[in-house]
């Protein structure tokens, strides 16, 4: 249980009076039985915004001291973070329909890869480039695999981004690669490609520390859905890669994940070790996840493409839960088409998670920007900042030389930010264990903007007011599906604006790409977002922009 007031783990709320009494109400301490009075509820109900008389008080303590007794005798039930509330986020507009026909696969061509003079400039061949050199036996899926191996122990140290390294099965999947490959047997473009993975899934044999000292020697005896999947698809898992404390910025247990452009900042986070890991070439492509931009934030700082997909679109089976409602899984990547490759691969229900949807993923790389229509967030626009301006602007100048058509639109008109509850709620449900044992003390991050605090504070929001909020995302559904479905995609500032917390509590996929330099060290990025389930078309405007500009091409000299 809580330890009573005014021990650290309360300092940071307001009045400390106040949360006393709430504290009563909702159980998180406990003082050899003490009951609520009416004085608790009197200075509790000014946290909730609430005004009760002295009637209507004294007739709800019987009450509120029964809930208490629930609250315990339900906190004697072991809950691990693995198991998911009974209820589900439904991303799917009312009536909506979608294509139902699985269409095969169609990827670039890459035929006319070869190996570089310089070994080195292998460490950012693309995907589909690798694949080749791989089919065409120019090189060794276990030749490879060392590469990466040698780049990600040589610049791990400085960067900060692996957390365990899994040398033994890499070895190993890459020399089973070959030999199938040998054999005849291909799986795929991904067939001997390695890739990297944040620390927030489980892998058989190797721990799984979530970026927390609580967490530091969890092990599992599973492997995620994604895990599954990739290695049928023939991929080889090289490492586990930093994230920020249960998914928050870039500061683990290990320290602060850098940022390969400039090594004296950090990487951003939570997909802290896969932004930095492919930007500095460690890894061809890694597994990250978003939940409120943790995929679209690093790979602005570091100059990489991620795809966020549509919620409900990648198992997160044997993933670390922080939001059941708005947790996502995707890649980071060298382009936009490797991102498709990889989605490929590990999209689909996998049986375990029942929130993942059966929808066709085609992609074709083929289209046609004189027929596109796109939506263009000005308001968000005109909040991102003077500097970012000349990029934004620029931007969008060349999307619309390109052919497409540009129309200003504008979000719904909704408290986003005030929704961010739905997100506190859940994750401090997801890690009420350790706020109750008084774990969160071990946790490396105690400011009091940082998860221990905020799961403290969590405790404090109202049940109904976490379902008004559900109700007002219901509403968000509707309306955000009505104004994207007008649009192939919608372009966006990456930050700015309310746009990065709309489109994750709708569920709607987006892709973050470079787009130029603020100097020779900081990147910039944009957004594009899709419809739901419609990342084929997404990925294929983005990677036609990226023909059209090639800033994915360019990489920090440093490594």
């Known amino acids: 249980m809580r330890k009573s007031l005014g021990m650290k783990q309360v300092r940071n709320f307001i009045f400390a009076g106040l949360v006393g009494s709430l504290c009563f109400l909702a159980g998180c301490i406990r003082d050899g039985g003490k009951q609520v009075d009416a004085t608790d509820v009197n200075r509790a109900q000014k946290l909730i915004g609430m005004e009760f008389s002295r009637a209507e008080t004294d007739s709800m303590l019987a009450i509120l001291n029964e809930q208490l007794k629930n609250y315990e005798n339900m906190r004697k039930v072991e809950l691990p973070n693995n198991v998911p509330p009974a209820y589900e986020f439904n991303p799917i507009p009312v009536g909506k329909k979608f294509e139902t026909v699985q269409k095969p696969s169609e990827f670039s061509d890459y035929s006319q890869t070869k190996l570089p003079e310089d070994p080195h400039d292998l460490a950012f061949y693309s995907i589909g480039q690798l694949a080749w050199l791989i089919q065409s036996k120019q090189v060794s899926s276990e030749e490879l695999t060392q590469f990466f191996l040698e780049r990600l122990k040589k610049y791990s140290p400085e960067l900060h981004c692996v957390v365990t390294f899994t040398d033994s099965l890499a070895l190993e999947q890459s020399r089973q690669a070959d ?17 990297g993975i944040k620390d927030m899934f489980y892998t058989r044999n190797y721990r799984t520390t979530f970026g927390s000292p609580p967490f530091e020697n969890q092990l599992v005896d599973e492997d995620a859905t994604v895990v599954e999947k990739l290695r049928e698809a023939g991929a080889v898992l090289v490492a586990k890669l930093s994230l920020g404390e249960l998914a928050m910025d870039d500061v683990w247990f290990g320290g602060k994940t850098r940022n390969p452009w400039d090594t004296a900042k950090g990487s951003s986070g939570s997909s802290a070790g896969p932004a930095s890991s492919v930007s500095a070439g460690l890894v061809p492509f890694a597994i990250g996840s978003e939940t409120w931009g943790s995929i679209v934030s690093p790979s602005t700082v570091c100059g990489v493409t991620g795809l966020r997909p549509t919620y409900g679109r990648i198992s997160r089976n044997g993933a670390m839960a922080l939001s059941w409602t708005m947790d996502k899984i995707g890649p980071l990547c060298r382009n936009a088409e490797d991102c498709s490759i990889v989605l490929n691969a590990i999209y689909g229900p996998d049986g375990k998670d029942q929130t993942v949807f059966d929808i066709p993923f085609n992609y074709s790389p083929n289209v046609d ?24 602007d620029a931007a969008l100048q060349k999307l619309q030389d390109m052919g497409a058509t540009l129309v200003p639109v504008e979000l719904p008109g909704f408290p986003y930010m005030d929704m961010s509850i739905l997100l506190m709620c859940e994750a401090a449900s997801a890690f009420d264990d350790l706020t109750l044992s008084n774990r969160d003390d071990l ?36 309306q955000m599906d009505e104004l994207i479905s007008q649009y192939d995609v919608i372009v966006a500032p990456s930050h ?9 509590l709708t569920g709607h996929p987006a892709v973050v790409l470079p787009n130029g330099f603020i100097d ?37 000299a440093r490594f």
């Open 443 to 478: 946790m490396v991050q105690q400011n009091q903007d940082r998860w221990p605090n905020l799961f403290r504070a969590a405790h404090f929001i109202p049940a109904t007011e976490y379902i008004r909020a559900n109700r007002l995302r219901y509403l968000m559904v509707q």
């Open 369 to 392: 920007f004189n027929s596109l229509r796109i939506g263009v967030l000005t308001q968000d626009f005109d909040q991102d900042t003077s500097i970012h301006k000349p990029f934004n």
């Open 179 to 195: 030999l199938e490959l040998a054999s005849g047997k291909d799986r795929g473009l991904l067939h001997g490609i390695p890739y």
């Open 496 to 504: 700015a604006g309310d746009n990065l917390l709309a489109t994750n």
């Open 520 to 556: 020779s060290v900081t990147p910039v990025s944009i957004v594009l977002i899709g419809q739901l389930f419609g990342e084929g078309d997404l990925i294929a405007i983005a990677k036609k922009y990226q023909d059209a500009t090639g800033f994915q091409k360019k990489h920090p």
